[in-house]
Each structure stands twice: as structure tokens, then as C-alpha cells.
Nanobody
């Protein structure tokens, strides 16, 4: 049974930082891509960042580029999202997701999802 479990969410002030983590278990294949998506209240879920198996290829949404950094540790089955210079509009539930094929930026390409972690940024 594949499980993705996020942690690290919470309350931050505008301009502050948070680091999200996601641990993957129960997935036996190599060479999977990982991504972060988010969903704000009343809005559709949107792509945030993605990273390839090697970590050598990353993609970012325009709204977070330069502020957020995605990384992974395959030995620990972990993916991270370092979020700096946070803004109130970053408030959302953040989800990690796994893609068994290749790194991508669309929700439909991801096969497994975590339950999400809440990030709230106050102004």
C-alpha cells in the first residue's frame, strides 16, 4: 500500500519560512517523480513544484519561483519543499504527489497523493 504523508505545515508570518516534508512508503519501483500541489479555500488545486528522480530536473509555478525550493532524498524516501518569503496568498493545503512515469506539472499525471498539510500565512 503506497502512502505519502506530509508534515511541516503550520502558521507563518508574511516574509517568513516553512519547510514541508513528505515521506513515501510502500512504493517498490525506482525512478518516480515527486511534486507538490496546493489548494486554497474556494480554489482548484494547483501545481507548485516538481522534481525528477535524480533531482536534476525541477519545475516551479511562476507564483513561487525564486521563493520555493523542491528537493528529495531517495535514501530516505523523502521530498521537501522549502518555502521562503511567504505571502498570505501562499495559504493553502499542500499535497505531495508521486508520478510513476516522469516529472510533470499537471495533476492528472500523478498517481498517488498524500492527505495534505495546512499552511497559513498571516499578513
Amino acid at each position: 500500500q503506497v502512502q505519502l504523508v506530509e508534515s511541516g505545515g503550520g502558521l507563518a508570518q508574511s516574509g517568513g519560512s516553512l519547510k514541508l516534508s513528505c515521506v513515501i512508503s510502500g512504493f517498490t519501483l525506482d525512478y518516480y517523480a515527486l511534486a507538490w500541489f496546493r489548494q486554497a479555500p474556494g480554489k482548484e488545486r494547483e501545481f507548485v513544484a516538481a522534481v525528477s528522480w535524480s533531482g536534476g530536473t525541477t519545475y516551479y509555478a511562476g507564483a513561487v519561483k525564486g521563493r520555493f525550493t523542491v528537493s528529495r532524498d531517495n535514501a530516505k524516501n523523502m521530498v521537501y519543499l522549502q518555502m521562503n518569503s511567504l505571502k498570505p496568498e501562499d495559504t493553502a493545503v499542500y499535497y505531495c504527489a508521486l508520478n510513476t512515469f516522469a516529472v510533470a506539472t499537471t495533476e492528472d499525471d500523478y498517481d498517488y497523493w498524500g492527505q495534505g498539510t495546512q499552511v497559513t500565512v498571516s499578513s
